[in-house]
């Protein structure tokens, strides 16, 4: 009886066999006309990187302030921290990105003989013949800060801590004076700088030799314009001088704020100044300025063709087409 029933159970497996051999049989089957989805079987599911997830997921955009604009060949140009250029060619409506020539903060920007140069962080100096596409290096190499710079009569004059001159449109420059100023302008043959505690530069030889001025204030003086054969400094709380004789004397001005003045430029046979929430114009060569806003905070202003433009933290960007009465935002955050 055993014997049987061991004879009954391996017929039985034995009649499962054939089963059993065509149910793997036609399971491989499956994958045998298909490899990848074999090889898909065996790979781990995809693991998505943070940077992939992030790639169609717009970034925040950064916006560097901007420190300094002016205005040559048609064309405005603006530049500010780490190296950052903006330029316009349509009057200040649109702004393109223009290659930076440098990671360093760019301060002021000047015009000159074709040239546009600018300066800035640690003697940070470069030069662009292009409209502001392309940058190269000037040959100043010093690690002091330069913040204001001006053209006139072939010649480039740098300034901060020193007093730097070129007359190669800024690809060599000579050291003349030690000074501690914040800007420069050129007129007349004449170049004016100002600085700390009220102090006043001139030169009528091109840069090469400086004296110094009385200003009748100490209060730091930010910035100076010329225009109408006429030079005004502007400065902290309010502070405003002019002179009328290319520099040698200076009077006192009439500014109507006690805001902190950081720029002026000329255009339009108008003055207009800008600084922290405020900007006053004046219309009789810098006798008297009158408040036009107390809203926008500028770092600097120039004039060209008809329009005035305005720099600001943000690479926030005005422009203002009736003479600094009204402003209109056209670029930055």
């Known amino acids: 009886l055993y014997v049987w029933i061991r004879l009954g159970i391996l017929m ?16 491989c089957s499956d994958f ?4 990848d989805a ?35 060949n048609n064309t405005f140009v603006a530049v500010g921290e780490r190296g950052t250029v903006r330029t316009s060619s349509d009057n200040g409506t649109t702004w393109d990105n223009g290659t930076r020539g440098t990671t360093s903060e760019l301060y002021e920007i000047a015009y000159g003989d074709s040239t546009f140069v600018t300066v800035g962080y640690r003697g940070a100096n470069l030069y662009s013949s292009d409209n502001g596409l392309s940058w190269d290096n000037g040959s100043w ?33 000579d050291t003349k004076h030690t000074a501690n100023l914040y800007d420069v302008a050129f007129g007349n043959s004449t ?8 102090t006043i530069y001139w030169s009528t030889d091109n840069g090469t030799n400086w004296g110094t001025r009385t200003s009748g204030t100490e209060w730091d003086l930010k910035h100076v314009g010329f225009g ?36 002026i430029s000329y255009g339009n046979s108008k003055f207009v100044a800008v600084g922290a929430n405020i900007v006053v114009v004046s219309t009789n060569s810098g006798s008297t300025f009158s408040l036009k806003e107390d ?39």
Not at 52 to 66: A, I, Q, S
Not at 151 to 156: A, K, Q
Not at 161 to 167: A, E, G
Not at 308 to 321: L, P, Q, R
């Open 191 to 198: 170049f004016v700088g100002c600085g700390s505690g009220g």
């Open 12 to 27: 039985k497996n034995k009649l499962l066999f054939p089963i059993i051999f065509a149910f793997i049989f036609s399971s």
């Open 32 to 35: 045998s006309g298909n490899e």
């Open 38 to 72: 074999v090889e898909a079987s065996l790979k781990p599911a995809p693991v998505t990187t943070q940077q992939e997830e992030e790639e169609d997921t717009p970034t925040t955009r950064t916006y560097y302030d901007l420190n300094g604009i002016t205005f040559g």
């Open 228 to 263: 109408n054969n006429t030079f005004v400094v502007v400065g902290l709380s309010g502070t405003m001088r002019r002179s009328t004789d290319n520099g040698s004397t200076w009077g006192d001005v009439t500014s109507g704020t006690t805001q902190n003045l950081y720029s």
């Open 295 to 333: 809203e926008y905070t500028f770092n600097d202003i120039t004039f060209g063709n008809g329009v005035f433009v305005a720099v600001g933290d943000d690479e926030k960007i005005y422009t203002s087409t009736d003479d600094g009465d009204t402003w209109t935002k056209v670029y930055g955050k």
């Open 141 to 173: 190499d010093e690690n002091e800060n330069l913040t204001g710079v001006a053209g006139g009569n072939n010649t480039f004059v740098a300034l901060g801590t020193r007093f730097i001159k070129s007359t190669d449109n800024g690809t060599n420059w």
